[in-house]
């Protein structure tokens, strides 16, 4: 049985609005990245004569929560809900910390793993193909077929991870014709934690095999990074659109200043992110400028990784560090607007380059400079580049690095630490969504 917060379709339709089904997994009250997206463009799809319709879980066992972001979801769409059963209420039972973790995407390091979270990490990867929601396919497509059929809807949009969303596309585009988007906000087979679920031969398979379904059978493919596109259009003849994420116009006010020389990251830390040529160069800073080590102070705004953690104390930068946990999503922004400058940290890897965590955009619109380190040739390189938000930097740039950081130094001393950025509006939410209505 479907719950519905709305009011019958029929007005919709007589107001001329074209209506369209979005499955998606994260929704408010779920926090992190994965929500804000279709969060946004749910809320400017009316303005260009489409009702979203939302199908969500009832009752998801999500790893982060952001009551915030309840409120913030638009009155002007329709929501469907529908239990789902998450199996990692379940792993909980072997080891609470281990099942919290994985669920975020925190996985330890080979070496440093337990039996239990290995144990953990082979059942997800082996018995839960693509993902832990694997489950709720069926009987989403069972009451979907008759909602859709009922209310007479033409097009459905599927949005990944977890990429379960997508085979309930796959499969309500077999039974019904639909025309059907399928949007991945991160890649399949390819992103970095893939490699750590301890598949068997048979299971990459698998999910290749999804994957290749999925791609070639969606009427069109929506994707976050050129390098995403790039790898797609190796596995598909179907049209692949580009859309990335953005920013919104409540992200954009001003805040003083922290008095201290702050550098933020706002954000998961992961155990393989975790950039030792910054912690060398602000090691090396501290010891070398005392003034610099009397300004400096090291924010860490999300969940961090004992590695990452034991690597600042390793460099002897404990005493700088204040490490603020997981905070709402509009704390985060607070954040953003108030410090110095703003750290980006990404894996150094080929699977990393077409990453670009949301946060970047809020990040350009908060007026102060990016630090940014991960693999050459990423999107998060092109981007920051072309609208003028701040540097970026490989995994040996250690001079550049330390020399950027110190002329930021300077310049905050003096009182003009900003940046001049160029090109921001076409990541407004609302320009995205424009984009995005073209396409239904």
């Known amino acids: 049985m479907l719950q519905s917060n709305a009011l019958p379709l029929e007005e919709k339709a007589q107001d001329g609005l074209k209506k369209v089904l979005i499955i998606a997994y994260y929704w408010p009250p779920a926090g992190g990245p994965g929500v804000q997206r279709w969060l946004k463009f749910v809320k400017y799809l009316p ?20 009551k915030d972001l309840s409120l913030e979801v638009s009155k002007d ?16 039972l072997l080891s609470k910390k281990s099942s919290k973790t994985i669920s975020r995407g925190i ?44 209310e007479h809807i033409e097009t459905i949009i599927t949005t990944g991870p977890p990429h379960s ?22 890649p399949w087979t390819t992103i970095g934690y893939h490699k750590q679920l301890k598949l068997t031969r048979a299971s990459k398979a698998k999910h290749k095999r999804l994957e290749n379904q999925v791609l070639n059978t969606a009427d069109q493919i929506i994707v976050t990074s050129s390098v ?20 919104d116009y409540e992200s954009s006010e001003t805040a003083p200043l922290d008095s201290k020389f702050t550098l933020s990251h706002i954000g998961s830390l992961l155990s393989k992110r975790n950039p030792e040529i910054l912690w060398q160069a602000l090691r090396d800073l501290t010891e070398t400028h005392n003034e610099f080590s009397q300004d400096f102070q090291l924010n860490l705004v999300g969940a961090v990784s004992d ?44 699977d990393t380059k077409c990453i670009i965590p949301g946060k970047l955009f809020e990040y350009m619109i908060s007026n102060r400079p990016i630090i940014a380190v991960g693999p050459m ?8 580049k072309e609208t003028n938000t701040g540097h970026y930097f490989g995994y040996t740039d250690y001079q550049s690095l330390k020399s950027t950081i110190l002329e930021h130094y300077k310049a905050y001393k003096s009182g003009t630490l900003k940046t001049h950025p160029v090109g921001l509006e076409k990541y407004h939410r609302k320009s995205l969504t424009h984009s995005l209505s073209k396409l239904l």
């Open 47 to 66: 303005e260009f004569n489409i009702h979203p319709i939302v199908f969500i879980p009832e009752n998801a066992h999500y790893p982060l929560i952001d």
């Open 77 to 92: 769409i329709t929501i469907l809900k529908a239990p789902i059963n998450e199996p990692y209420k379940w792993a909980g």
């Open 107 to 150: 996985i330890s390091e080979n070496k440093k793993q337990s039996i239990i979270e290995k144990l953990m990490l082979f059942v997800r990867g082996n018995f839960f193909i693509p993902d832990a929601r694997i489950g709720w396919v069926k009987p989403s497509v069972k009451r979907l077929s008759q909602y859709i059929e009922k």
């Open 165 to 186: 969303m997508h085979l309930i596309g796959l499969k309500l585009k077999t039974q019904l014709g639909v025309k059907w988007l399928a949007d991945f906000r991160d």
């Open 228 to 247: 995403t596109k790039h790898e797609f259009n190796k596995l598909t003849t179907k049209p692949i659109n580009l859309i990335t994420n953005g920013y």
């Open 307 to 350: 590695d990452v953690l034991q690597s600042i104390t390793n460099y002897k930068l404990s005493k700088y560090l204040d490490n603020k946990g997981y905070v709402s999503h509009k704390e985060a922004i607070e954040y953003q607007r108030k410090s110095q400058l703003l750290l980006l940290i990404e894996i150094d890897s080929e």
């Open 377 to 384: 040739g990423s999107d998060v390189e092109h981007i920051i």
